[in-house]
C-alpha cells in the first residue's frame, strides 16, 4: 500500500531517513520542472532542486501542518529560484537554442502549455512563449508558470507565496492578458 504525502512527512519528521529519500523520490521532478521554467536553464533547476531539500531537510521543524508540505517545499524552491533570478539580473535566462534541451523535457513542456493554438508542439510558437514569460514581471511569470504549467491551484500558489488567493487571481489575470499582447505581437508582427 502507497503511503500518503502526510504519512511519509510525518516519518520524516520523526527522524526517518528513508521517509527523507521517499520525498525527494517523489517531488524531485516537480521542483526541476518549476525550477527550469522560472530560471531557463538546466544547470540552475538542479541546483534549486539540490537546494531545496537541504533547506527542507535543515527546516523540517518549522513544518508544523504536515498537510500543507507540497506549500512548504513549493515556497522554499521558488524563493531560492527568485535568489537566483536576482543574483544573475541582467543575464540572459533563456537558452538561445531549445533543439540543445532533451526531447522528453521539450516534449513536457510543449504539452504543458496552455495556449489558443492548438499546435502545442510548435517550436517556434514554444519559443515566444518562453521568451515572453521571461518580459513579465517576477510574481505574475511565477504565477502563469505555476498555475497555467505546472497545474498548481490559486489556493496552493497562495498558500506558496503567503498572499490571498485574490492576489494570485489579480496576478494570474495580468499576465495572462500581458502574454496575449505579448504574444500577438510578436506572433503576428513577425510575419
Known amino acids: ?23 525527494v523520490h517523489r517531488y524531485q521532478r516537480k521542483i526541476y520542472s518549476v525550477a527550469f521554467q522560472i530560471l531557463g536553464n538546466h544547470l540552475d533547476a538542479d541546483e534549486v532542486v539540490q537546494e531545496t531539500f537541504v533547506r527542507v531537510y535543515n527546516k523540517r521543524k518549522d513544518l508544523q501542518n504536515v498537510k500543507y508540505f507540497t506549500s512548504f517545499i513549493l515556497r522554499i524552491a521558488t524563493n531560492y529560484s527568485i535568489d ?40 517556434r510558437l514554444m519559443q515566444e512563449i518562453l521568451k515572453a514569460l521571461e518580459l513579465l514581471p517576477t510574481k505574475q511569470r511565477l504565477t502563469a508558470i505555476l498555475h497555467d504549467i505546472e497545474g498548481f491551484t490559486k489556493a496552493e500558489i497562495a498558500e506558496t507565496f503567503g498572499c490571498p488567493e485574490a492576489t494570485v487571481r489579480s496576478n494570474l489575470h495580468i499576465a495572462r492578458n500581458k502574454l496575449k499582447k505579448i504574444l500577438k505581437q510578436r506572433l503576428f508582427t513577425k510575419e
Do not use: C, W, Y
Open 1 to 23: 500500500m502507497d503511503k500518503t504525502i502526510p504519512q511519509i512527512v510525518e516519518q520524516f519528521l520523526n527522524g526517518s531517513e528513508a521517509a527523507f529519500t521517499e520525498l
Open 84 to 123: 537566483l533570478l536576482r543574483k544573475r539580473k541582467g543575464h540572459t535566462a533563456l537558452t538561445d537554442d531549445s533543439t540543445s534541451l532533451p526531447g522528453h523535457i521539450q516534449l513536457t513542456l510543449s504539452a504543458k502549455v496552455a495556449t489558443p493554438s492548438e499546435n502545442l508542439k510548435n517550436k
